[in-house]
């Protein structure tokens, strides 16, 4: 490999802009192509979560912690991403499960409590009704999320890099084995490194190239209304809705982030018919909410490889190719450009990243 290797980046989402940033700043040339516009698709209709929560195995936890670590020094050298470390009131659970969440994480390092209604009440004082008990972890954050793609390709480009759109990918060129640039629906552009960073278009793109990568794209749907005086000091996870306020006062919301019940009913009818659904909730969870009112609602498809953790790495049997596909982007992000950067540049696999490899699809 050149000691300066020209890698192309597929995909302008968050992942794919810090794929790019992290390989500029470390020694690339970089050169993103994205179909649409910066930001891709995924990414913009992301509730922006960045958390190490629930439900998952220790592992996974320690995967999202550390990207949530790599998001406080990126905030610092990187400003305009915009990270808010706002944090979060949950209480999406029966009270022994979240007695059992606060035990658990909390063992692993997490900055997580167990909060009675009064100190609930002190958090988010403009909620209607709180629970008895909730959970709060101050260290949760957000990002808004086109933004902080945009913010991450920015300053790739300061560094160097090239974003071309315009140009969707139709096939990886793949030659003796190895990957050695992208056919798009105007041209070839060669390479020495390819990474596949484009969402629900991941599995077609890598099939090109002879490699699996089996996903799912669950719908789901978020709710934004019109701005609003301050109403949230941080991100709350209800068992009706999630919900934060945007730094313009618009709250975005979305109910069952699974996005299970979207998958039934006609379509855009019954994305709208949820919406409204939605603001109507919205209504009546805070003390004020004045002429509350939809702005405008999203419909998103979620990458989701089908074991429900991401899929990072290089590409087994195919030279030159990486690829980087996962349901939660936003927290992941960092930890996931930092790591290809260091594997395409310097041949270091990040530990953390062992279970998430590629080869497990092809067992």
Known sequence: MPDRPHVLVVGSGIIGAS??????????????????QSGGLATRHSWAWINASWGNPEPYFRLRHQSMKLWRELGTTLPDLGVKWCGGLLWDAP?????????????????????????ARRIEPRLVAVPELAVYVPEEGVVEPVAAAEAFLAAAQALGAKFITGR???????????????????????????????GVATPHLAATAGVTIPLSSPPGLLAVTNPQPKLLNGLVMAPQMHIRQQPDGRLIAGA????????????????????????????????ASGDLALDHYTIG????????????????????????VTHSGITLAPMIGAS????????????????????????
Request: net charge negative; proline share 3%; no cysteine.
């Open 340 to 363: 290809l950067a260091a594997e395409i540049l310097r041949e270091f696999e990040e530990p953390l990243l062992t279970p998430y490899r590629l080869a497990r699809f092809a067992a």
């Open 95 to 119: 009270a022994e499960e979240l007695q059992a969440y606060v035990t658990q994480h909390g063992a692993w390092g997490y900055d997580i409590r167990a909060v009675a209604r009064d100190e």
């Open 19 to 36: 794929v790019a940033y992290h390989l500029q700043r470390d020694g690339a040339q970089v050169t993103v192509v994205e179909a649409a």
């Open 168 to 198: 969707k990918v139709t096939a990886l060129d793949v030659q003796a084995g190895r990957a050695i640039g992208v056919v798009t629906n105007q041209e070839r552009i060669a390479a020495d490194e390819a990474v596949i960073a484009a």
């Open 301 to 324: 498809h979620r990458p989701t490889p089908v074991d429900g953790y991401p899929a990072i790495g290089r590409a087994a049997g195919i030279g030159g190719l990486s690829i980087a």
């Open 256 to 287: 069952d982030f699974g996005g299970s019940e979207l998958a039934e009913g006609d379509g855009e009818d019954a994305a709208k018919v949820a919406a409204l659904s939605l603001l109507d909730m919205m209504r009546g969870f805070f003390t």
